[in-house]
């Protein structure tokens, strides 16, 4: 139904389109600010909470009105990250054997896997060491419903449309942290992935690389950030099902001190607001 909400409480926000829809799936899976009673952490809030890409849900809020659905994940990535695969296990967080398929990651080793290690800045993130049923909750209740969800849009936009988009959105901080890949270094304002030329065509890429720039912003593409899981699980770009990867720079839009929206805000969300339609146009050209 054109412009419907599907809710799964804690989980998930699917936002229909309200304009007459196209094969765009603007995924937000990184800001969620609804943290589960059975998350602990030794870490203040303020630290933890820096972890999390605010916001973005609402600098992408425009996206049903333009015909794109939008998929939103309640939760925070600091309880379990939807842009790590299953499988992408640190054995240091857990009490006991882990029992299925280890696939450690660069991520893993620098503390930022599947349940984050270390903050950005080095902290440890967990107060205790997580049972193997805990963990395994997380993916049963969290991780994996938000995945099938995402993956059933793009089905059906495939079936409807013969071709599917998937812009996933998230922010980083301005400079490289020591758990990153570019410590120390300043960041453009928008960092785009494929990972490499895998998740979607050459053309996509340099469309939505053009449009950022033709709007005056700079654009780093594939560092410091590739994409992840997120993408690489979803995209088909042989099959038409194309996936890109897109880091907001939280200098332009928010204060990293109290948290708060800061002046740019709404010219960052004009920004994206202009971003989601060209896509949307190049989608239902």
């Known amino acids: 139904m054109p412009g419907s909400m599907d809710v799964c409480p804690g989980v998930f926000l699917r936002h229909d389109p309200v304009a007459a829809s196209v094969p765009v799936l603007v995924d937000v899976s990184r800001s969620g600010r609804d943290y589960p009673h059975d998350f602990r952490s030794p870490i203040s809030f303020s630290v933890l909470h820096d972890n999390v890409s605010m916001y973005v849900e609402e600098l992408c809020a425009k996206a049903p009105e333009i015909g794109a659905t939008m998929l939103y994940a309640c939760f925070p990535n600091t309880y379990i990250d939807t842009n790590r695969s299953a499988a992408d296990i640190d054995e240091r967080q857990i009490e006991g054997k882990w029992p299925g398929v280890i696939e450690k990651s660069d991520f893993t080793e620098r503390g930022l896997g599947l349940i984050k290690r270390l903050s950005r800045y080095g902290e440890e993130m967990q107060e205790r060491k997580l049972s193997v049923e805990e963990v395994q909750a997380r993916l049963d209740n969290y991780h994996e419903p938000y995945h099938v969800e995402l993956a059933h849009i793009l089905k059906r936009m495939k079936a409807a449309h013969g071709r599917a988009f998937q812009v996933s959105c998230h922010c980083m901080s301005a400079v490289g942290a020591p758990t990153h890949a570019d410590p120390g270094k300043a960041r453009a304002d928008f960092n785009l992935g494929d990972v490499h030329g895998t998740t979607c065509t050459p053309e996509f890429l340099r469309f939505v690389t053009k449009t950022l720039e033709g709007l005056g912003h700079s654009v780093s593409v594939n560092f410091p950030y590739y994409g992840g899981y997120l993408t690489r699980r979803h995209s088909d770009p042989a099959t038409g099902i194309e996936s890109i990867f897109v880091e907001i720079n ?23 607001d202009h971003l989601i339609q060209e896509i949307c146009r190049y989608a239902g050209g």
């Open 250 to 272: 939280k200098r332009m839009f928010i204060d990293i001190e109290t948290f708060k929206r800061t002046d740019g805000f709404p010219a960052v969300k004009a920004t994206m």
